[in-house]
């Protein structure tokens, strides 16, 4: 059974950057980002392969937001930087056991509980 444990959001100032880590129990293909703000549908922001560290980014993070993976440590990272108060928003980190890289959320099967991420202007 896959679980997945976020952490390092927080609050920041428009300009900062934050790293979130998600540590994985189970085997899964591929691992994505997500945030959902208030009043907002869930978006996806990156995701990445274990096996070749393949990637996916959404255009409105494309530039700021890394998403990398350490095998060794079962945990997928989003490096963010350039913070801007509209990247404020819980940040979720999702599994999806089979093969695939995928924007979509309804393509990943196991879902953290999310981290708060406020940014400040």
């Known amino acids: 059974q896959v679980q997945l444990v976020e952490s390092g959001g927080g609050s920041v100032q428009a300009g900062g950057s934050l790293r979130l880590s998600c540590s994985v129990t189970?085997?899964?293909?591929?691992m994505g980002w997500f945030r959902q703000a208030p009043g907002k549908e869930r978006e996806f922001i990156a995701a990445?392969?274990?096996?070749?560290?393949?990637?996916s980014y959404s255009d409105s993070v494309k530039g700021r937001f890394t998403i990398s993976r350490d095998n060794a440590k079962n945990t997928v990272y989003l490096e963010m930087t350039s913070l801007k108060p509209e990247d404020t928003a819980v940040y979720y980190c999702?599994?999806?056991?089979?093969?695939?890289?995928?924007?979509?959320?309804?393509?990943?099967?196991?879902w953290g509980q999310g981290t708060q991420v406020t940014v400040s202007s």
């Open positions: 999702a599994a999806r056991i089979n093969r695939g890289l995928f924007a979509s959320p309804r393509n990943y099967d196991t």
């Open positions: 189970g085997r899964t293909f591929s």
């Open positions: 990445i392969v274990w096996i070749n560290g393949a990637t």
